[in-house]
T-cell receptor, first 109, second 112 residues
């Protein structure tokens, strides 16, 4: 079967760093995506990893290890506006996205 | 239009009624998708279309149908709504060069 696991909820402090983990078991792999979703809004694209390693984009970085079926999203210098759900999704062998349930990130002042 | 639009934004529907959710994109993406999102669950694929004139079933297609007469439009129809179809519905399209999916704003549907 196909499975993507990520923590349900995390809490962090404004200005700090947080790492959101994602593990996956899917039929085929053509890349891993991270999306951000604010409450009541649509998911928006954050990052895409297809090769092992770290991709950095401003305050956000995403890491992938294909051999371990593992990815993480790293958010630095947290701001209150980063309070949102973060969705991990794998592009499977049919080029369809398989989604995790999302991690709700709560930022406290 | 810039991106993907969906209509209506929200709807309350009596069980047994027929309903069509509309989705239009102006990015000329070939592939389009319909998802439903329920609390505690990941986005689940209902139907998809890889190109105009073709459609396919996703993970949860029962009770839903789609059509793809042209590149821009991808309507989702509930033939006879049931309360378990209460959900938020997102339409998305995929950029073939980057494989990135872009989402519409969603339709919040309540079936009573």
């Amino acid at each position: 079967g196909q499975n993507i696991d990520q923590p349900t909820e995390m809490t962090a402090t404004e200005g700090a760093i947080v790492q959101i983990n994602c593990t996956y078991q899917t039929s085929g792999f053509n890349g891993l995506f991270w999306y951000q979703q604010h409450a009541g809004e649509a998911p928006t694209f954050l990052s895409y990893n297809v090769l092992d390693g770290l991709e950095e984009k401003g305050r956000f970085s995403s890491f992938l290890s294909r051999s371990k079926g593992y990815s993480y999203l790293l958010l630095k210098e947290l701001q209150m506006k980063d309070s949102a759900s973060y969705l991990c999704a794998v592009l499977d062998s049919n080029y369809q996205l398989i989604w995790g349930a999302g991690t709700k990130l709560i930022i406290k002042p | 239009i810039a991106g993907i639009t969906q209509a209506p934004t929200s709807q309350i529907l009596a069980a047994g009624r027929r309903m069509t959710l509309r989705c239009t994109q102006d990015m000329r993406h070939n592939a389009m998708y319909w998802y439903r999102q329920d609390l505690g669950l990941g986005l689940r694929l209902i139907h998809y279309s890889n190109t105009a004139g073709t459609t396919g079933k996703g993970e949860v297609p029962d009770g839903y149908s789609v059509s793809r007469a042209n590149t821009d439009d991808f309507p989702l129809t509930l033939a006879s709504a049931v309360p378990s179809q209460t959900s938020v519905y997102f339409c998305a399209s995929r950029n073939r060069e980057t494989d990135t999916q872009y989402f519409g704003p969603g339709t919040r549907l309540t079936v009573l």
